[in-house]
């Protein structure tokens, strides 16, 4: 689960990482008071669960509260990766010496959290990673739920801070790993971490959380922001399917991720292209395919659908009556393409073929056709 | 041959009592694996599938002589269960449970790692050895007995592979499915080395998908140390960045676990990589002829 910037800043300060002072507005005249509460120049930064702002012109400087009420106008009508913006932060503009990244994150190689800092803040570190590998330093930390003490980040940190500054920059993030360790991040980051007029400040606050541990995080799971998901997406999280929507034609209903994936991969590789990644899960009812209809036909443009099931856990007899339960229920289905193989694929056939639909068992030709039928009911239109 | 379990392996079910453990009890003793009792903490004396069910991994251990766990432990209760198992002197255990906190899991696989216990999974379909033996729920009867090794990252993509394998006349050495979460306790690289020391095994398929970089990882230890062909295929080529494909690991996040990188990584390491399951036996042939 993604956070907004003034979210995320609200952790910080309960953690005693000093952060520039700020607030957050929903609208221009908001963004004015806070200016004018903060005396003196300001930043106005967009809101949005996405990287890029700057680039996209979601962040600008403002010299007093009427500067910041023109920048947030211009920001709230933004749209930055498909999010509308609809909050702006305003912070105390401050005057930047240098700027550090640090950062917490899910190291899966070594199986451990880890700890990256650098000198170049400010630049996103996946860039920095590939362009310049040398400038990042790692410190992996024992597992367990206690942060190592502010010591333990001495040698990590010694070559980016001047050693006046070096404790606090050890304690800010002994902090930061006590906030991961605590709330199941699986990404906490301040970048950049700067040295500015009035000290070492996180300008910036972003973190991630991992969603298997919500649940013992009530307080965290409140902070979730609905447009993290589309409607589509929360309607399907209800429904105990796996779904994620694309720009293409074709739905797709398959079993099991990896197999979903590979069915939209090879409709792209047909000359396809998917409308949809849908996991209908291992334990699937004939309603949950229904839900999965629903789903796929909700969204305008899907001109073929094809079902792609290996039966294991899951049961293709169950998938055939889902079927026919949906064609019943859902006006003006698109063609399907079926394609059932394993547990209970004979009753299925059977109980399709008395339908009138017919299955094909491999998948190159169900993507083919699909792909196919897709094509065709574009020409009609 | 085989790597891992075998027709010998004893092995217990860790929430036995369960719906999903008792019904893959059944399915794995049919398909002939040693399944020789369960645990389910409280339920101990009661019976599932004509087998004892044993309040503690310890007491299992002590009266049957186990030396693999499955659990079908719900997510809550996962890590404890699995620290039991290997606490129990288990020295595989099968982890199928999905959903558990990632910095539990990060905690969890180290301790099992110390208590010298090799943990497949979370969020795993388990292994099978065909003809031998099956810890998992995969289903028993698409595999065939023979030498090509399979290592996954998904379930039913696996099944997809397999099938077509023995269709082709491809039959398998052991199959293992590593999980689908970002830490998992043995990884592509940590269950190649035993591919490569298993005489029965003379060419292996990894079935990679986008996410972190255990693909480029094992491309890396395929052209340092090993000499038994590999194939691969690579789910995913088409998902978009920041999106989460279904599994907790599978996402193009900040640039990385994108398919290029695992293409280039495979390319440089000789490593085939299909374009298609189908294409895989095709691989196969012409790698093996």
Redo the contacts between chains.
Sequence with gaps: MKIHEYQARELFAARGIPLPPGGVAASPAEAADLAAGLKGPVMVKAQVLAGGRGKAGGVKAAAGPREAEAAAREILALRIAGFPVEKVLVSKACVVEAETYLGVTVDRGRRRLVCIASAAGGVEIETLAAEAPDKIRTLALEPGRTPPAPEGFRDLLAPLFPPGRLNEACRVLSRLVGLVLDNDCSLAEINPYALTSEGLLALDAKIVFDDSALDRHPGIAEMRNPEEYSPREIEARAAGLSFVALDGDIGCIVNGAGLAMTTMDLIRRAGGRPANFLDVGGSSNPQKVLNAFRLLTAGEGVKAILINIFGGITRCDDIARGILLSRERINALPPLVIRLIGTNAEQARAILAEAGCTCAEDLDAAVDAAVAAAAAAKDRV | MSILIDNNTKVIVQGITGRDGAFHTAAMLAYGTRVVGGVTPGKGGQQVCGLPVYDSVREAVDSTGATCSLLFVP?RFATAALKEAAAAGLKLVVCITE??????M??C???LKQRGARLIGPNS?GLISPGQAKAG???GD?HAPGAVGVI?????????VV?LLTAAGFGQSTCIGVG?D??VGS?FTDLLPLFEADRGTRAVVI?G??G???EE?AAAYIKESMSTPVVS?I??????P?????????IIA???GGPEAKLAAFAAAGVPVA????QIPVLLTKILS
């Excluded at chain 2, 789910?235 to 978009?240: D, H, I, N, V, Y």
């Excluded at chain 2, 920041?242 to 599978?250: D, P």
């Design positions: 997510a959903g558990i906190p990632v910095l539990d990060i905690e696989a180290h301790a379909p729920i995969m289903p698409i996954s990252r998904s379930g039913t993509l696996t099944y997809e099938r689908g970002p830490i990884s079935l998908e986008i972190g970089e255990e990882r295929f789910a995913g080529r088409s998902a978009p920041g999106k989460r494909m279904g599994h907790a690991g599978a900040g640039g990385r374009e298609s399951p189908e």
